[in-house]
């Protein structure tokens, strides 16, 4: 049982930055993935980075690339998510997520997830 509470949601103008931070507590998954992915009205849940237990391991999706950056600590047990240039397509709920495996990117192998905080790109 793994806890995870987001925060740093807001609002922001298009071109701003914001950066997301994942707290984990309980039974975290020693060696496992962290992830963020986030969900628009009426989209389906889709991937936005994922980041291995050594920090050596990092897949972001092609609409991220360039903007956003993952990293973890784990003595801390946090995940942050620096966000810049962002565009109006970027407002979702954004979800940390946990998972057991050692590096993956599919939904399916996250068991933990946060209740989202809410980004919103203003024009």
């Known amino acids: 049982q793994v806890q995870l509470v987001e925060s740093g949601g807001g609002l922001v103008q298009v071109g701003g930055s914001l950066r997301l931070s994942c707290a984990a507590s309980?039974?975290?998954?020693?060696?496992?993935?962290m992830g963020w992915f986030r969900q628009a009205p009426g989209k389906e849940r889709e991937f936005v980075a994922v980041i291995g237990w050594s920090s050596g391991r990092i897949y972001y999706a092609d609409f991220v690339k360039g903007r956003f950056t993952i990293a973890r600590d784990n003595a801390k047990d946090t995940v942050d998510l620096q966000m810049i240039s962002l565009k109006p397509e970027d407002t979702a709920v954004y979800y940390c997520a946990a998972s057991k495996y050692g590096f993956t990117w599919h939904t399916h192998d996250f068991g933990s997830w946060g209740q989202g905080t809410q980004v919103t790109v203003s024009s």
């Open positions: 309980g039974r975290t998954f020693s060696g496992g993935t």
